[in-house]
């Protein structure tokens, strides 16, 4: 299974590299992660201006395969980084680069307007970090049904229909919009948010919406009824947590997924859920993560996902999904930057 991969976390299996090896590999990794190619001596010493022989550099490529660090490019005498060789590079070698102040302020003002509802949030976070990286943002939040309900709010939108804001412990919303059959004036919606509250603040999501259908008491008043039953159709069935991600055309762009067939498998996984659901909320919450070469599924063997699990209350998670040879840089300090922005939102219950 891929393990996850973070800034200074050395590992016994790193090799010490002499500063010759540190060099030429650096050198092969920033080159590839440009062109996606295989990389040859020639390249390396007219491009990154190496001042090896030839010879001298080839030596370094071959020790460095040797190490397996790097790997062959089927019969081409280029390399190209082995998914090891970037797990190295993640924990030793990776210079983060922050993003511009002017870039930070507009990630800033874009989470901070969609604050209404977790839902929305995690939503822009996605694709926030699509637009940040260019590659596939996600975002998602694990199942709530354990969650307690803190208390509620029935707002009227019009004639016919009101919006039912759940709060949770630590400041997660969730909110229903509702169709009703009848309409109901602000006053007697207020009237029937203080019955709601007296029979479902402090019981689990799971048991709310079971008491909203089935509860004695929400039956005897017709409002009430009317918004219990309304609220219980609109719930829908249990969820599992909900993934979701941005920037499809984006990673389409990437020449590893330049074509359908390579593509479809990867969006396929990311639409079903698993295993990306669990490996994103893996991890030490409010610290960014790399995973390498995810062997969890055949589709993922060729990308590389970028995680932060959020911490606080609101169990969930953002990231980034892409190729092997991602700007890793750009793509933990985007990841980190909207992960920690995130948390702060829904701490404050924005």
């Known amino acids: 299974m891929s393990q996850p991969a973070f800034l200074g976390g050395l590992s016994q299996e790193d090799p010490d590299l002499s500063e010759r090896l540190r060099q030429v590999f650096l050198a092969l990794v920033h080159a590839y992660g440009s062109t996606a190619r295989p990389v040859g001596s020639e390249t390396l010493a007219r491009r990154f201006g190496i001042r090896l022989s030839p010879a001298s550099i080839r030596s370094a490529l071959a020790e460095l395969e040797k190490l397996g660090l790097l790997e062959r490019a089927h019969t081409s005498s280029g390399r190209i980084p082995s998914a090891f060789g970037y797990q190295m590079f993640v924990r030793a070698q990776l210079d983060p680069t922050p993003l511009?102040?002017?870039l930070m302020r507009e990630v800033e003002e874009r989470l901070r307007r969609s604050t209404e509802d977790v839902e929305q949030l995690l939503g822009e976070a996605s694709r926030v970090l699509s637009s940040l990286t260019q590659q596939l943002g996600l975002a998602m939040t694990a199942s709530v049904e354990a969650e307690r309900l803190s208390d509620l709010e029935l707002a009227r939108l019009d004639e016919r229909r009101a919006l039912l804001v759940l709060s949770l412990g630590?400041?997660?919303?969730r909110t229903l919009v509702l169709e009703l059959e009848s309409p109901l004036e602000q006053a007697e919606l207020d009237s029937v948010a203080v019955v709601l509250r007296e029979r479902l603040?402090?019981?689990?999501?799971?048991?709310?919406?079971?008491?909203?259908?089935?509860?004695?008491?929400l039956v005897r008043d017709s409002a009430v009824r009317l918004v219990a039953r309304t609220a219980a159709a609109a719930w829908g069935a249990p969820g599992r947590g909900s993934l979701q991600s941005s920037g499809a055309d984006?990673?389409?762009?990437?020449?590893?997924?330049?074509?359908g067939s390579a593509?479809?498998?990867v969006l396929r996984v990311v639409e079903s859920g698993p295993p990306l659901d669990r490996l994103l909320l893996e991890g030490v919450t409010g610290l960014s993560a790399v995973r390498v070469g995810l062997d969890e599924d055949l589709a993922l063997q060729g990308c590389s996902l970028v995680s932060y699990p959020l911490p606080g209350a609101v169990r969930g998670a953002v990231g980034v999904l892409g190729p092997l040879r991602m700007d890793y840089a750009r793509a933990l300090a985007a990841v980190d930057l909207v992960g920690t922005?995130?948390?702060e939102l829904l701490a404050r219950g924005a």
């Open 250 to 259: 984006r990673i389409a762009a990437q020449p590893e997924f330049a074509s």
């Open 100 to 102: 511009p102040a002017e």
């Open 341 to 343: 922005r995130v948390s």
């Open 170 to 173: 630590g400041a997660a919303v």
């Open 263 to 265: 593509l479809g498998p």
């Open 201 to 217: 603040v402090g019981h689990s999501l799971a048991a709310v919406r079971d008491r909203l259908a089935d509860d004695p008491v």
